[in-house]
C-alpha cells in the first residue's frame, strides 16, 4: 500500500515536533536554577533549544534523505536533471526563519525587560535611595575610616555615591512585583584586580564572600575600583557589570541553599582567571548567626583582650608562663626589649 506523501509529511512533522520539544525542555545543559529570577531565563533557553533541535533535525533529515534518496546509482553516467528556482519554497524558507528570528526577540526583549533591564533608575529615585543616603559616607567608607589598619587601601568607589550621576547601568534582576519596593538586603559590592569586596551596610560587616539568606530579596550596589568586572553567578541565571566611575545594580531572591561560585565574566587582567569567590545561600537563621559572628569578630575589644595586664606586672613576669613553654628565656626577651 503506497502511504501518500502527505501522510508521511504530517507524521514525521509530529515526530519531529515531539523530539524537539522534549529535547528542548530536558537537555540538561544548565546548572541549578537558585534564584526566583532563574525560570524566566531558563524559559527562553528552553524554548531556544526547542527551536534549534527541530531545525537541526529538519535540515540534517533532508539532507540526509536527499543523499540517499537521489545518490547516483551504479552505472548512471547521465547528467542530472536542470532544475530552476521555486519562488514559493525560497519565500517560505526565507519567512520561517524571519519570523522566528523576530519571535525571539521579542521574547528575549520581555525576560529582559521582566527583570527590570530595561528600567535604569536615578540612585535618588530607587527603593534603596533613604536607605543608601542615611548611611554616613557609606558602609566601605565607614569601614575605611574606623579601621586604621586599612587606611593604606586605594580608595574604594563606595567612597562617594557618585552625586548627580546616579545609576547609570541597567538594574537587573527585579521582577515586575517587587520593582519599586524596598529589597531586604542591601550589599555593596567592589570590584577590583583580583577580588570581589562585599559590605553589608546595616551590620557594618565587610567580607570576601557573599552570604544571603533564602527567600529574601537582595540589592547589590556595585562599582569597580580599577577596570571594567563583572558578577556573574550561573545558578541565577544573571549577570551584571561593575564599572569605574559609575554605580549599577542587581537583585535578585535566592531560593535553593548552597555553595555557588561566583565569577568575574569580563577580562580584566593577567589574573582574570583567578578572579572568582563563593557565594553562599544560607538559611535566614543561619544568615542571622553568620552576621553575629562576623560582627563580633570585627570589635576592636577583642584586640585590647588578647594582652590584658591587669595586675601591671613586668612583662618578663607576665609572659613566663608563655614562654617557659615555648623555651624562651627572660634574657632573650630582655635582649629584643634593648
Given amino acids: 500500500m503506497n502511504i501518500p506523501s502527505t501522510i508521511w509529511t504530517l507524521l514525521v512533522g509530529i515526530v519531529l515536533t515531539a523530539v524537539s520539544f522534549w529535547l528542548g525542555q530536558n537537555h540538561g545543559l544548565l546548572p541549578t536554577a537558585a534564584s526566583d529570577e532563574a525560570f524566566l531565563v531558563d524559559g527562553l533557553f528552553n524554548t531556544m533549544m526547542t527551536i534549534s533541535v527541530g531545525i537541526f533535525l529538519i535540515v540534517e533529515g533532508v539532507l540526509i534523505f536527499s543523499a540517499i534518496r537521489y545518490r547516483r546509482r551504479k552505472g548512471d553516467d547521465s547528467d542530472g536533471e536542470p532544475t530552476h528556482g521555486n519562488v514559493p519554497l525560497e519565500i517560505l524558507w526565507t519567512a520561517i526563519p524571519a519570523i522566528i528570528v523576530i519571535g525571539l526577540s521579542v521574547y528575549s526583549f520581555e525576560v529582559y525587560n521582566s527583570i527590570g533591564g530595561f528600567s535604569p533608575d536615578d540612585v535618588q529615585g530607587s527603593p534603596i535611595a533613604n536607605q543608601a543616603t542615611s548611611i554616613p559616607g557609606s558602609a566601605i567608607a565607614a569601614t575605611l575610616d574606623e579601621n586604621p589598619d586599612v587606611r ?110 561566583l565569577i568575574c565574566a569580563e577580562l580584566c587582567g593577567p589574573y582574570h582567571g583567578a578572579m572568582n569567590t563563593k557565594v553562599i545561600v544560607q538559611t535566614p537563621e543561619d544568615f542571622d548567626n553568620w552576621i553575629k559572628e562576623q560582627q563580633v569578630a570585627s570589635k576592636e575589644t577583642l584586640n585590647q583582650a588578647v594582652a590584658i595586664n591587669p595586675a601591671e606586672q613586668s612583662p618578663d613576669e607576665f609572659l613566663a608562663h608563655y614562654t617557659s613553654e615555648m623555651g624562651i628565656s627572660s634574657e632573650m626577651l630582655h635582649q629584643i626589649h634593648n
Fill in 152 to 261: 593604606n587601601i586605594d580608595q574604594l568607589p563606595e567612597k562617594d555615591n557618585a552625586p548627580g550621576m546616579g545609576v547609570v547601568s541597567p538594574s537587573l534582576g527585579a521582577t515586575p512585583e517587587n520593582q519599586g519596593t524596598a529589597p531586604d538586603l542591601v550589599v555593596k559590592v567592589t570590584g577590583l584586580q583580583y577580588a570581589f569586596l562585599f559590605n553589608y551596610p546595616e551590620s557594618n560587616v565587610f567580607s570576601g564572600e557573599l552570604h544571603v539568606p533564602i527567600g529574601r530579596e537582595v540589592y547589590l550596589d556595585m562599582a569597580a575600583n580599577d577596570v571594567i568586572h563583572a558578577f556573574w553567578v550561573p545558578e541565577f541565571r544573571l549577570k551584571q557589570d561593575l564599572i569605574p566611575g559609575r554605580q549599577t545594580e542587581l537583585r535578585f531572591t535566592p531560593k535553593k541553599a548552597g555553595d555557588y561560585k
